[in-house]
């Protein structure tokens, strides 16, 4: 993972909202894939496996900040599954959950998707598990 005064020098033009919701997205993947690649582009950061590929064919999750939301988003995002249904999006498997405040956020359910992307094999198309909500 990145040291701390990257991610801070990234969050320095975000609203201190988003950024709570931010610093908590990148726990939660720090906490449930330690082993990640954890990169800075123009929104935000990108996780993914570095010994299994790149940021697309081994993609474990993506973190953009907008102005009024923060966009939590899984490359794999159609093949995770997702009882509760809070995963959108038009590509055919790009999927996000768009966040707008850290109270309304629902936390746990965040983290059983990150692990259950960790999970994922894109190779054979195998998907991880997220339990029950």
């Known amino acids: 993972m990145l ?18 919701i931010v610093l908590e997205l990148h726990n939660l993947v720090a906490a449930v894939a330690p082993a990640a690649t954890e990169k800075i582009h123009s929104k935000g950061f990108s996780y993914y496996f570095e010994k299994r590929g790149g940021p697309v064919s081994a993609g474990l999750c993506y973190i ?3 102005r009024d939301h923060v966009r939590l988003g899984f ?15 038009e590509p055919k ?26 999970a994922f094999d894109p190779y054979t198309l195998s998907p991880g598990s997220v339990p029950d909500p």
């Open 93 to 118: 498997y790009k999927k996000h959950i768009l966040i707008y405040s850290y109270e309304s956020a629902d936390w746990d359910y965040y983290k059983k998707l990150i692990a259950a992307s960790a």
């Open 64 to 66: 953009d900040i907008h």
């Open 3 to 20: 040291p701390t005064r990257s991610i801070q020098k990234l969050l320095e033009t975000a609203p201190p909202e988003l950024q709570e």
């Open 75 to 89: 490359i794999h995002g159609a093949f995770l599954p997702d009882p509760l249904g809070l995963l959108i999006g």
